[in-house]
């Protein structure tokens, strides 16, 4: 089981180019999450899905999309990039339903540099 | 949610116990505390969570205060692999609510 994969594992990108970052989980988890951690700070939360087919804002979504168009993957799109979204950025999971504890998995990350 | 109150860093020597701290004085009644840790390089990844009364697994133990406005994190016996920022984070019980991470305690561990 390969859990949460993220791709790219690193981008170095020009300002005002379009990224997508990709987000795939195989544990039929309900629920995904994109955060992003700058240097020294914890992480903030972008954007949030509880099921698919649903998406809501986090702490920072300005300037990101997202979409869940199934289970499985949760792209986050930067529609123009900016240096200020120089991040390392992390996809995380959960399965919210039942009695299971929720624990979020999260993934390796895509460390992006925007110039 | 409630906020947590942890401290920037904290130092261990290897194979020794550590007790990381956490203050959740505005904790609800029905708030879980929850611990994640991030090893470098890493994405965060689960630890122990609790509600009031002790927890142990594998990894660590969670101790909570009676008046649950503090706990701590228990890692018996320090190892180099430990070394990692720790995330004292609350939860509301539905676990339906994506976690808020604070800046985490930085833990060096020293051989």
């Known amino acids: ?115 | 949610d409630a906020k947590t109150t942890q401290p920037n860093s904290m130092e261990s020597n290897e194979e020794e116990p550590v007790h990381l701290p956490c203050n959740h004085s505005t904790i609800s009644g029905t708030d879980y505390i929850h611990w994640y840790r991030q090893l470098p390089s890493q994405g965060p990844e689960y630890v122990i969570h609790g509600l009031t009364s002790n927890v142990n697994n594998r990894m660590a133990s969670l101790a909570i205060a009676e008046d649950r406005k503090s706990s701590t994190l228990i890692l018996h016996r320090a190892t180099l692999r430990d070394a990692a920022v720790y995330y004292c984070i609350l939860r509301d019980p539905s676990g339906n609510t994506p976690l808020v991470f604070g800046k985490g305690t930085r833990l060096s561990v020293i051989a």
């Open chain 1, 1 to 115: 089981i390969a859990g949460i994969t993220q791709a790219p594992t690193s981008q170095i990108l020009a300002a005002g180019r379009r990224m997508t970052l990709r987000c795939t989980q195989d544990m039929r988890h309900n629920a995904m999450y994109w955060y992003r951690q700058d240097l020294g700070l914890g992480l903030r939360l972008i954007h949030y899905s509880n099921t698919a087919g649903t998406t809501g804002k986090g702490e920072v979504p300005d300037g990101y999309s997202v979409s869940r168009a199934n289970t499985d993957d949760f792209p986050l799109t930067l529609a123009s990039a900016v240096p200020s979204q120089t991040s390392v950025y992390f996809c995380a999971s959960s399965d919210t339903g039942g009695w299971t504890y929720n624990e979020q998995f999260f993934g390796p990350g895509t460390r992006l540099t925007v110039l």
